[in-house]
């Protein structure tokens, strides 16, 4: 980094530029994106550092306190400390291929498989080497958050659960090879790394081959929507999320996961959720460009309805005016807040303003008050006693009288209005 760069970032919620990268990504996606750009986005992100990816996601959508910037930075350095142990381990020890073709004949791979991916099988095998339980370098704890797997390998064992520790093992892989080489192998509860045919059991270091009910097996960037999707660790003190936060989360989710059922009813959860808590806040205008995204009419209706309410009571007519339009009540609303402005007008004497307002509506006695409004506002500008020949100079302000009398319907004022043009 140079020195503005540096500035920048001590001011900025980002420590670094792939952190803003990730959050400039995230927060510009909606459900209409092209699914197929955006997992090649994903995918990209996660080949750069899939730690940084994984750990913002962390920070933003599950709200642990403990992942300030101060201590994001310093596992950022934690996973550099990972990566030079690990370049070491694997410089100091290297792989017998005889042996791991045999270990991997046993599940199926023979010697011509072996041979087109060698240097990638050699490689997971020093991952799996390195990461090994029984090494002591890698504990397995259930629901754990991903800051625990990020220490310093030579102070700590890295704790994780079973989607952490194959993060992992793909931000190691990812050093070295495409990540789009990996697969992902699910079963309910359970995710395992699956490379050409076999499974890496990351939680155990061990080849293996599933046969298990309702396995699946997933592309490699489908690691973030289960993480998304993974519970959270309790022992660690969260702060409240703001629900267009975890809408944020939801819409990636529905945009990268196959489970499309639960994504899709997570997103439409998070829409309500969202819509609401901007609703309580009185945010409507925000409100509202969420409803109309999500394409629920009733959320739609739900905050055309409350807004228009709101602003009437704060009589910003045309506020209210224009969230009414999105009301299934438009019509009745609409004559609501008309008869109010108007009222509202003719309180302040702006009576010209009221009778436009009131025709609108067709509120034709509330126009014909307005008119006598009008009357007795012109009669303010005649003095108390004239001459027959000072009465001449008001000749505007009579007719002006004579035509409101008129309008207003009121017989006293027309009778009124009579007699001062006699004397013109």
């Not at 190691?172 to 509860?189: I, S």
Request: proline share 2%.
């Amino acid at each position: 980094m140079n020195i503005l760069q540096k500035i920048y970032y001590s001011l900025s919620p980002y420590v670094d530029g792939h952190e803003r990268r990730i959050a400039k990504f995230l927060d510009g996606l909606r459900e209409a994106d092209a699914k197929q750009l955006i997992t090649k986005q994903v995918t990209d992100l996660i080949q750069q550092d899939i730690t940084v990816f994984n750990l913002w996601c962390e920070w933003r959508y599950r709200g642990y306190r403990y992942l300030g910037k101060s201590t994001r930075r310093q596992l950022y350095a934690n996973f550099d400390h990972i990566k030079s142990s690990f370049s070491d381990y694997s410089a100091q020890h290297t792989v017998d291929k005889e042996k791991l073709l045999d270990e991997l004949s046993a599940l199926g791979i023979d010697s011509e498989q072996f041979n087109k991916h060698a240097e990638q099988w050699v490689y997971i095998k020093q991952i799996m080497e390195y990461l090994s339980p029984a090494r002591g370098r890698y504990e397995y704890r259930e629901s754990s958050t991903f800051g625990k797997l990020l220490r310093n390998p030579n102070r700590e064992s890295l704790i994780g659960d079973c989607n952490q520790i194959v993060t992992l093992y793909i931000a190691l892989f990812a050093l070295k090879f495409d990540v789009q080489l990996l697969q992902l192998k699910t079963y309910p509860g359970h995710v395992a790394l699956h490379f050409d045919g076999i499974d890496v059991e990351a939680t155990r270091a061990e080849f293996k081959k599933y046969d298990e009910p309702k396995q699946e097996i997933l592309p490699i960037h489908e690691i973030i929507s289960i993480n998304l999707l993974d519970v959270s660790d309790d022992y660690y003190r969260t702060k409240k999320v703001p629900a267009t936060t975890i809408l944020e989360s939801a819409r990636l989710a529905s945009l990268i996961s196959s489970n499309q059922e639960l994504v899709s009813r997570n997103l439409e959860v998070a829409y309500n959720n969202s819509v609401a808590e901007l609703m309580r806040s009185n945010s409507y205008d925000r409100a509202l460009s969420f409803a109309l995204q999500s394409n629920n009419s009733k959320l739609i209706d739900a905050v055309g309805t409350n807004g228009a309410s709101f602003y009437l009571q704060k009589q910003d007519f045309a506020r209210a005016l224009k969230l009414s339009e999105h009301s299934s009540q438009h019509a009745q609303l609409q004559k609501v807040i008309y008869h109010n402005q108007g009222a509202y007008l003719m309180k302040k004497q702006n009576y010209h303003g009221a009778i436009d307002v009131f025709k609108k509506i067709g509120d034709e006695e509330a126009v014909r008050n307005c008119y006598v409004g009008l009357y007795q506002q012109e009669t303010s500008k005649l003095p108390k006693q004239f001459t027959s020949t000072e009465i001449k100079s008001y000749k505007g302000v009579i007719h002006n009288l004579n035509d409101y009398a008129n309008k207003s319907g009121n017989k006293t004022l027309i009778q009124h209005a009579g007699e001062l043009r006699k004397h013109l």
